[in-house]
């Protein structure tokens, strides 16, 4: 059952889309985007649209998949969004509405903010150069998005599944800034990503371990060599 809430607690000052927004500016802001809250339990589907509003989304706490599901029902993870990323974006830039294309589903118990696509694109009447700011850090974080599926092709596109897992693992590595590193993805999830099933991808991190080149204690990894 989502639970709509108001904006308190909301952690502006750890979200990319409000970097160089004052804080006394956000409730202007947030009235303006006709913005609300909502929170989730793990599995439960997210709906972008409410009538012929648009909106994106932004996350505040938790996880959301991006999964994209074929003819025969089989389910792949284009790529997932922890806190500050955003999601939806897709909405508006072409006709018709992303959720025919990928759905979104909470990979964790998550909490959400939604703003109204439209206005979150366009200065209102009163041009607050805050707005401005809101546009800008949008944009910016598309290209984030298009440079995270960039990386989902080139996982997936290594040759063996061996290859893919440790570009996967380098990738994060590089993010965090270290051979130690922490999975967001549990182990089912992960195998998903990865576009196999999670046995195969056990036994190859069993492998791994064994040759010595990776080292893990559930979610937590680290790069050897």
Known sequence: MEEKKEHRG??????????????ENMDALLYCMRSYVR?????????????????????????????????WGNETLLTYMSMGDIFGESTG????????????LAGSNAEVLFLAYERAIHVCKNQCSFHYRLIENLFDLIGRKNTQLMEKIEVTSQASLREKILTYLSLQAQKQKSKYITLELSRTDMAQFLCTNRSAMTRELSALRKEGVID??????????
């Open 10 to 23: 909301i952690p502006y000052r750890d979200i990319p889309l409000f970097e160089g927004i004052e804080p």
């Open 216 to 225: 893990f204690d559930r979610n937590t990894f680290v790069l050897k060599r």
């Open 39 to 71: 929170s989730y339990r793990k599995g439960e589907q997210i709906r972008l649209g409410q009538g012929e509003t648009h909106y994106v989304g932004v996350v505040l706490r938790g996880n959301i998949h991006m999964l994209k599901t074929d003819v």
């Open 93 to 104: 830039v072409r006709a018709g509405s992303e959720e025919e294309y990928v759905s979104f």
